[in-house]
């Protein structure tokens, strides 16, 4: 491959990754809970490419379930939560 290819996707991801930067709290949890998990932004969102604006950013099954675990304690999800729920691979299986 060309070197100014290379250069174009990478930037094209680094300008993906950085706009995607609206609220990765979650995401960073759960690769803290799970290190050696892939998770993307899909796999708790039903939008592939979850947007702040527009509120696109609705939750699917396992991001809804990382929310009402998370509603018995103090509402918020932490890496305890993602822990208590389980990686989204085992949750798919129930
Ligand atoms: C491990 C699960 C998980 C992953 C992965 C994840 N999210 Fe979320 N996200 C959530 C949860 C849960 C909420 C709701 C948080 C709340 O209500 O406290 C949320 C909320 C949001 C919101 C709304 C935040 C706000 O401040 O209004 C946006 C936007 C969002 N996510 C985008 C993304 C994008 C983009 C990605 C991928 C780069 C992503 N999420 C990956 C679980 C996840």
Do not use: R
Not at 72 to 91: M, R
């Amino acid at each position: 491959m060309k070197k100014g290819m290379m250069t174009l996707i990478l930037l094209g991801v680094v300008l993906w990754v950085g706009s995607a930067q609206a609220d990765m709290k979650e995401m960073n949890f759960y690769k803290e809970a799970f290190p050696d998990a892939k998770i993307k932004c899909g796999d708790c969102h039903v939008n592939a490419m979850p947007k702040k604006e527009g509120g696109k950013h609705e939750l699917n099954a396992y991001g809804k379930a990382l929310v009402e675990e998370a509603a018995k304690t103090d509402g918020k999800v932490t890496v305890d939560t993602i822990k208590k729920v389980g990686k989204v691979e085992d949750f798919k299986k129930k």
